[in-house]
């Protein structure tokens, strides 16, 4: 059995909060229903601003999904924020890079989605355009909303060298990213990349970390090789 600890999400103080504006924890149900459907036993870790509880945290799990949300405050890669940059909470991202670094050192394994891809560049020391218009190289429609993301959008190309070989090499993804990477950390290799070049997957194998940029909760109950991921997350990595 395989115990997965998805780092959870907050609602600050938007108007939109139910339950009379008080902050939330949250993560999205379709994370938790796609890594049950493979077998694993979900729990949800809570950003925790005393980052001394981590150890004990990580600890308490097999492997670590990083999920999609705000943009990462630039601050964490060296840069002061474009005008262009979206909503950030700096309390997740200083819980999410800890986060990183302690599931190396004990040697547990990491799978990102979307932001989760950013944020584990960010940990390991790469950098991020801060919206695509940014990017000499990003010539696509990478963010497809309001389009579901249960529909696939974009191309990607996979390197069949890398674990993701189990999906065909020329695969149809769906996109909700306004940011992409820029300096690719030394320690993860591009795995996928879009055909304008945008890197959609990312991996170290020997630290057991795998990325990608696209949300395969969005299509896992619809397209088999994305619940294949959830599974290779679960029962391989
Ligand atoms: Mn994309």
């Given amino acids: 059995m395989t115990t997965i600890g998805i780092l959870g999400s907050q609602f600050l103080d938007t108007p939109e909060l139910p339950f009379h504006q008080f902050p939330l924890t ?9 890594l049950q459907s493979v077998g694993a036993t979900v729990i949800l ?21 990083l999920t999609g949300g705000e943009d990462i405050a630039p601050h964490f890669y060296g840069q002061d924020p474009h005008p262009l940059l979206s909503n950030t ?7 999410e890079i800890a986060a990183v670094h302690e599931v190396i050192r004990q040697g547990k394994a990491l799978f990102g989605v979307c932001r989760g891809q950013q944020l584990l560049n960010v940990a390991l020391g790469g950098s991020l355009y801060q919206d695509l218009s940014l990017s000499e190289t990003a010539k696509l429609k990478h963010l497809q909303a309001p389009t579901k993301a249960e529909f696939t959008s974009h191309f990607i190309q996979i390197d069949p060298q890398s674990s993701l070989n189990f999906l065909p090499e020329r695969y149809h993804v769906n996109s909700y990213h306004h940011q992409v ?19 959609e997957a990312v991996e170290n194998k020997a630290k057991r970390l795998l990325a990608v940029q696209w949300h395969p909760e969005g299509t896992w109950h619809k397209i088999a090789e994305e619940r294949r991921l959830f599974d290779y997350f679960v029962n391989q990595l």
């Fill in 26 to 34: 949250y993560t999205r149900t379709a994370f938790i229903d796609a």
């Fill in 45 to 65: 870790i809570p950003i925790d601003q005393e980052l001394a509880k981590l150890p004990e945290l990580i600890g308490l799990i097999d492997k670590v999904l």
């Fill in 89 to 95: 909470n700096a309390y997740r991202d200083q819980f």
């Fill in 181 to 199: 990477i820029d300096r690719l950390a030394k320690d993860l290799t591009p795995i996928a990349q879009a055909t304008d070049g945008v890197i």
